[in-house]
T-cell receptor, first 115, second 110 residues
Framework: DAGVIQSPRHEVTEMGQEVTLRCKPI?????LFWYRQTMMRGLELLIYFNNNVPIDDSGMPEDRFSAKMPNASFSTLKIQPSEPRDSAVYFC?????????????FGPGTRLTVT | QKEVEQDPGPLSVPEGAIVSLNCTYSNSAFQYFMWYRQYSRKGPELLMYTYSSGNKEDGRFTAQVDKSSKYISLFIRDSQPSDSATYLC??????????FGSGTRLQVQP
């Protein structure tokens, strides 16, 4: 299996622009998680889905952030408009309901820089 | 105050040393406790886990949880340069929404 796939790996954009991050979970996994990692705040859960349905979005920082999962093999995290404080590494992770509750498989991350 | 607190380090030790990494947590509802390892510019990967209190050993790694003091530990014996990474503790109530510590950066010197 290819593991969790994220694109792009790096994104540099100007303040005010729309940013879309993409994730393909491991085939057969029914949970998908979006995290953000910064030096100041560490790794924070933004939102997670079960069977394509958002379960908990309490970590989404504000209305500028939105996430969708139109099918079992694809999810997007969108920031509109982007701000410099959104600069971070964004990770997508997936897990299997039949697997252990604590075992999440992380993608390589998208490094976002907003200037 | 964060629900899971972790000393960011960095922690530098010589090869072969015993390493002790620690976290404290505040949420009494946490039942699952785990350690993830993150190499530079990579995603975290699960290293060890325990359910409730107790110890778990896997090769050179031992995970320990003391729920009475809300303390999570990871011990690495005979540390190797390949162990150099950031170690993240994490906890969960059972909802699958992991709460991570900020991570401790470990450097094992050859």
């Amino acid at each position: 299996d290819a593991g969790v796939i994220q694109s792009p790996r790096h994104e540099v954009t100007e303040m005010g622009q729309e940013v879309t991050l993409r994730c393909k979970p491991i085939s057969g996994h029914d949970y998908l998680f979006w995290y953000r990692q910064t030096m100041m705040r560490g790794l924070e859960l933004l939102i997670y889905f079960n069977n394509n349905v958002p379960i908990d979005d309490s970590g989404m920082p504000e209305d500028r952030f939105s996430a969708k999962m139109p099918n079992a093999s694809f999810s997007t995290l969108k920031i509109q408009p982007s701000e410099p404080r959104d600069s971070a590494v964004y990770f997508c992770a997936s897990s299997d309901v039949r697997g252990q509750i604590y075992e999440q498989y992380f993608g390589p991350g998208t490094r976002l820089t907003v200037t | 105050q964060k629900e899971v607190e972790q000393d960011p380090g960095p922690l530098s030790v010589p090869e072969g040393a015993i390493v002790s990494l620690n976290c404290t947590y505040s949420n009494s509802a946490f039942q699952y406790f785990m350690w993830y390892r993150q190499y530079s510019r990579k995603g975290p990967e699960l290293l060890m886990y325990t359910y409730s209190s107790g110890n778990k050993e896997d090769g050179r790694f031992t995970a320990q949880v003391d729920k009475s003091s809300k303390y999570i530990s990871l011990f690495i014996r005979d540390s190797q340069p390949s162990d150099s990474a950031t170690y993240l503790c994490a906890s969960d109530t059972g909802r699958r929404a992991l709460t991570f510590g900020s991570g401790t950066r470990l450097q094992v010197q050859p």
